[in-house]
């Protein structure tokens, strides 16, 4: 099982453009969460999929658009980047009836 | 008020000796809490959690202790070791689908 994977893993942007961060499970887990890590704000969460069809607002939402494209895949949009969304994003998943979640290793976004 | 604290944002141990990770949080409601443990380059992966209903929870060289009175969670590492060198999370379910997190701590073990 390869757990959480998250493509890709570095991009460096500039102001307006666009771009869509790409997730993906293969535990068959029914929720799916997207955060940001920024330096000493701890994991801030975007967007989550409580289930395949369903999407809700985190914390910081935003700038940001998602997709729950099946219950493998959920991806980020940023629509028109701006420099405060530099961060290290991570998606993450897990069983609806647990605590625990299983992150990706992470995308580095840079926004010039 | 939801938050979740965490305010040694730094510890440096001896390799050997214990580590005490502080973690506080606000809301008397929250009944669950988790530690993540994150090396660079990686994402965070569960380490240990423990319920409002205990006041310790232990696996292998991990204890967590809550004191819900003073709400205030601790993790021990003990006896530390290198590999122990990471940034620590402290989080609680806010509802049945999201968790809040704390700032983090990054943990240096010293050989």
């Given at each position: 099982?390869?757990?959480?994977?998250?493509?890709?893993?570095?991009?460096v942007l500039k102001t307006g453009q666009?771009?869509?961060?790409?997730?993906?499970?293969?535990?068959?887990?029914?929720?799916?969460?997207?955060?940001?890590?920024?330096?000493?704000?701890?994991?801030?969460?975007?967007?989550?999929?409580?289930?395949?069809?369903?999407?809700?607002?985190?914390?910081?939402?935003?700038?940001?658009?998602?997709?729950?494209?099946?219950?493998?895949?959920?991806?980020?949009?940023?629509?028109?980047?701006?420099?405060?969304?530099?961060?290290?994003?991570?998606?993450?998943?897990?069983?609806?009836?647990?605590?625990?979640?299983?992150?990706?290793?992470?995308?580095?976004?840079?926004?010039? | 008020?939801?938050?979740?604290?965490?305010?040694?944002?730094?510890?440096?141990?001896?390799?050997?000796?214990?580590?005490?990770?502080?973690?506080?949080?606000?809301?008397?409601?929250?009944?669950?809490?988790?530690?993540?443990?994150?090396?660079?380059?990686?994402?965070?992966?569960?380490?240990?959690?423990?319920?409002?209903?205990?006041?310790?929870?232990?696996?292998?060289?991990?204890?967590?202790?809550?004191?819900?009175?003073?709400?205030?969670?601790?993790?021990?590492?003990?006896?530390?070791?290198?590999?122990?060198?990471?940034?620590?999370?402290?989080?609680?379910?806010?509802?049945?689908?999201?968790?809040?997190?704390?700032?983090?701590?990054?943990?240096?073990?010293?050989?």
């Amino acid at each position: 099982n390869a757990g959480v994977t998250q493509t890709p893993k570095f991009q460096v942007l500039k102001t307006g453009q666009s771009m869509t961060l790409q997730c993906a499970q293969d535990m068959n887990h029914n929720s799916m969460y997207w955060y940001r890590q920024d330096p000493g704000m701890g994991l801030r969460l975007i967007y989550y999929s409580a289930s395949e069809g369903t999407t809700d607002k985190g914390e910081v939402p935003n700038g940001y658009n998602v997709s729950r494209l099946n219950k493998r895949e959920f991806s980020l949009r940023l629509e028109s980047a701006a420099p405060s969304q530099t961060s290290v994003y991570f998606c993450a998943s897990k069983r609806t009836a647990n605590r625990e979640q299983f992150f990706g290793p992470g995308t580095r976004l840079t926004v010039l | 008020d939801q938050q979740v604290k965490q305010n040694s944002p730094s510890l440096s141990v001896q390799e050997g000796r214990i580590s005490i990770l502080n973690c506080d949080y606000t809301n008397s409601m929250f009944d669950y809490f988790l530690w993540y443990k994150k090396y660079p380059a990686e994402g965070p992966t569960f380490l240990i959690s423990i319920s409002s209903i205990k006041d310790k929870n232990e696996d292998g060289r991990f204890t967590v202790f809550l004191n819900k009175s003073a709400k205030h969670l601790s993790l021990h590492i003990v006896p530390s070791q290198p590999g122990d060198s990471a940034v620590y999370f402290c989080a609680a379910p806010i509802d049945y689908d999201k968790v809040i997190f704390g700032p983090g701590t990054s943990l240096s073990v010293i050989p």
